[in-house]
């Protein structure tokens, strides 16, 4: 089984916030700062078989590693307000009932989905970026993993741009 460096992934998106502040951009809010640290604290193995089992359906690995690490993260980037805590993910409903949503915002229809319809080899469940603003789009990867990875990369070049 592959393991993945959620540990190292965060602590280099929370580093690219941080600067970003730094060079000048508007003060982060106190509440943020504290969340941007390595995410929360882990979720129980208990919570996370607790999910599956609400669920139905275990869980791809970087997914369930990633709740293990952290359980929820966030600002992941200005439209994904956090990565949701093993309490708060569940199915979608509506366009996409069959995908697990894993990330979003109250104030943004932007979300991160997995599919557990598209599996590879490596028990990896396909994973959505879904846009709504401006005007639509959806974003695909192989893995949760690939997702963050990207995004993370993606968020760094923006603020280096903004900056």
Same mark, same amino acid.
């Given at each position: ?7 190292? /992934? !965060? ?9 970003? &502040?730094? %060079?000048?951009?508007? +003060?982060?809010? #106190? ?6 640290r ?22 791809p ?5 990633? /709740? !293990? ?9 200005? &439209?994904? %307000?956090?990565?949701? +805590?093993?309490? #708060? ?68 070049a ?6």
């Amino acid at each position: 089984m592959t393991t993945y460096a959620w540990r190292d /992934l !965060l602590q280099r998106w929370r580093d690219a916030w941080l600067r970003h &502040e730094q %060079e000048g951009a508007e +003060p982060l809010p #106190e509440e943020v700062r504290r969340a941007l640290r390595l995410g929360t604290r882990p979720a129980d193995p208990a919570e996370v078989g607790a999910l599956e089992e609400r669920l139905g359906a275990e869980l791809p690995p970087s997914y369930r590693q990633f /709740l !293990l690490t952290s359980d929820g993260w966030g600002p992941a980037t200005y &439209e994904i %307000e956090r990565v949701l +805590p093993v309490r #708060e993910v569940g199915w979608t409903s509506g366009f996409l009932p069959h995908a697990l949503k894993v990330a979003g915002s109250p104030d943004s229809d932007d979300l991160y989905l997995l599919d557990p319809r598209v599996v590879g080899p490596d028990g990896e469940w396909e994973a959505w970026h879904v846009v709504h603003h401006p005007a639509g789009a959806a974003f695909r990867h192989r893995s949760f993993w690939d997702l963050m990875n990207g995004e993370s990369l993606s968020f760094a070049a923006q603020l280096t741009r903004w900056g």
